[in-house]
């Protein structure tokens, strides 16, 4: 049967709806696998993103620990050519550099310098009337307009002229301050170079606080690491040309603990390796050894030769005592050259700690645990530069008694008998026992090498702990001998003594009386008891 008109419009009215259901139906569909394929798209960005920024953490972490590395490296470098690095200052003491350039300044005057233009007639004057301006009494009002004008302008170049006056006033008082200011600085520059001519002519004469004071210069500017302080003490002793510099030394932390760092991204950590403890150790005692050198050099190239001819140098380090909590400041190294000796040395060819050995330093044996030696000179440099180098032997004669004379007499007549006799490098330090210390080198290349010498201005014998002490002593300063020389005489246990220890020497009175006549020239009274005939 035929559908009726009205079921066939109902019939495509539905079907239509079921078509725009369906089409509402695919779009969501498709809205909702946009949005999906967008967080899916988002999630991955941001996914990668993540993986991004892991990426350049880690490439940063790994860049810090490979810094860090290179950073210790390029430090161990440094501090392993300190002695190299200062051989390329080749003036240390520059009286040329401490000298100022006077370099005159311009006026800087700012807008006082440009005048201003004066009022021109054609910015106050009217306008000139037209025809029928003319015609109609223009005439008189431009002659009234052009006097008011003339009278503004007179008014402006007056007011010109005032503001030009007040500029040039001070621009003159601006030229005489900068005047002012240009002759202080001068007169600055001509004072300071005046001291530098007369620190120049002071130490070329040997004036002690100048040579000192320019020593310290000299010493103080050298190129040394971070870490290492460049402080120095000197003293100087213009009669006999020696030199007395304590310098202080690095603490042991400046030497880098770590070798290699890199990062560990289990943990998130920078890691390192730990440097050897011997290594640690070596290179501390290297540092301080490059640094005695880079002193003596230094020292040496300042001065003329005539000026100064021996220098001895005391390392010491200001630190804690570890068992106590106080602060000490230990001696670790102490050496002493004379300019002849040093001139023999290639500083950049040779190994510093064996040339120290050369030249018969006191090196601690342990300086990275601060063990101490005992200075060739007291670090009290008052004491240094009191001691009295005269010669003492010009003044002996044969009445001379060796017992009555000054403990600072007979010890510069011991000095001068041993350095007659062949003794070198002779420098000397308090005793403790009211006698002479002296550390000499002994030039014999059989029984040579470094040598403790004591002198004693007794009476009666020598006790046989004198002797003993001296033994003492040698093994304190590493000396291949010892020599005890006395006015009086020693028992039959100190010959004992040093008969069973055959690097002790011991001179009693009338030996030495004897040496003074051979090497001398002159004939003395000892003063004091000879040995009892049956001691033995």
């Known amino acids: 049967m035929a559908q009726s008109k009205g079921q066939q419009r109902r019939e495509r009215e539905r079907r239509a709806a079921l078509q725009a259901q369906k089409a509402q139906e695919r779009f969501i569909a498709q809205q909702q696998r946009e949005a999906d394929r967008q967080q899916r798209e988002a999630k991955r960005a941001e996914a990668q993103a993540d993986r991004d920024r892991k990426a350049q953490y880690l490439a940063e972490r790994v860049a810090e620990a490979e810094e860090l590395t290179a950073a ?14 200062g051989l390329t200052r ?19 005057a700012g807008k006082l310098s440009d005048a201003e233009q004066p009022p021109l007639w054609e910015d106050f004057a009217p306008p000139a009337p037209g025809l029928l301006s003319r015609m109609f009494g223009g005439d008189a009002r431009y002659s009234q307009a052009a006097q008011e004008a003339r009278l503004r302008f007179e008014q402006g170049q007056a007011a010109h002229r005032q503001r030009e006056s007040h500029r040039l006033a001070q621009l003159e008082q601006s030229r005489k301050r900068h005047a002012n200011r240009e002759e202080e600085r001068r007169r600055h520059v001509d004072q300071h170079n005046e001291q530098v001519d007369a620190l120049l002519k002071a130490f070329r004469r040997g004036d002690q606080a100048a040579v000192e004071r320019c020593l310290r210069l000299a010493l103080e500017a050298s190129p040394v690491p971070d870490g290492v302080p460049q402080e120095a003490e000197v003293g100087y002793r213009p009669d006999s040309g020696q030199v007395l510099v304590v310098r202080e030394l690095p603490d042991t932390e400046v030497i880098p603990t770590e070798t290699v760092f890199r990062y560990v991204k289990a943990r998130d950590t920078i890691e390192s390796t730990p440097r050897k403890p011997a290594d640690v150790r070596q290179r501390y005692a290297d540092l301080i050894a490059q640094l005695a050198l880079l002193v003596l050099r230094d020292t040496f190239a300042a001065a003329p030769t ?87 032997a010009a003044g002996l004669d044969s009445r001379t008694v060796l017992v009555e004379q000054t403990p600072n007499e007979f010890e510069h007549l011991v000095r001068e008998l041993f350095e007659a006799m062949g003794m070198k490098s002779w420098v000397t330090q308090a005793s403790r026992d009211d006698g002479l210390d002296a550390i000499a080198v002994n030039p014999d290349p059989v029984m040579g090498g470094l040598a403790v010498i004591q002198a004693k201005r007794y009476v009666k014998s020598v006790p046989v702990e004198a002797v003993r002490a001296l033994w003492g002593t040698m093994e304190d300063k590493k000396a291949g001998t010892g020599i005890m020389v006395t006015t009086s005489y020693y028992g039959k246990a100190g010959h004992d003594f040093a008969q069973r220890n055959e690097r002790l020497r011991l001179i009693e009175g009338p030996e030495l009386k004897h040496l003074i006549k051979e090497y001398l020239g002159q004939d003395v009274i000892v003063g004091a008891k000879e040995p009892p005939k049956n001691r033995r």
């Open 72 to 85: 210790t490296a390029a430090s161990c470098e440094r501090l392993a050519s300190v002695l190299r690095a």
């Open 306 to 392: 005539g000026l100064v001819s021996e220098v001895t140098v005391n390392c010491h380090l200001s630190t804690t005592d570890r068992a106590t909590g106080q602060a000490i400041r230990p001696c670790l190294l102490t050496v002493s050259a004379s300019r002849e000796k040093f001139d023999e040395l290639v500083l950049d060819k040779l190994e510093p700690r064996q040339c120290l050995r050369h030249l018969n330093a006191l090196m601690s044996p342990h300086p990275y645990d601060v063990e101490p030696v005992k200075p060739i000179f007291d670090p009290d440099l008052t004491r240094f530069r009191l001691v009295d180098a005269h010669s003492v």
């Open 90 to 108: 080749r003036t240390p003491l520059d009286f040329r550099g401490m000298r100022l350039d006077f370099v005159a300044e311009e006026l800087s």
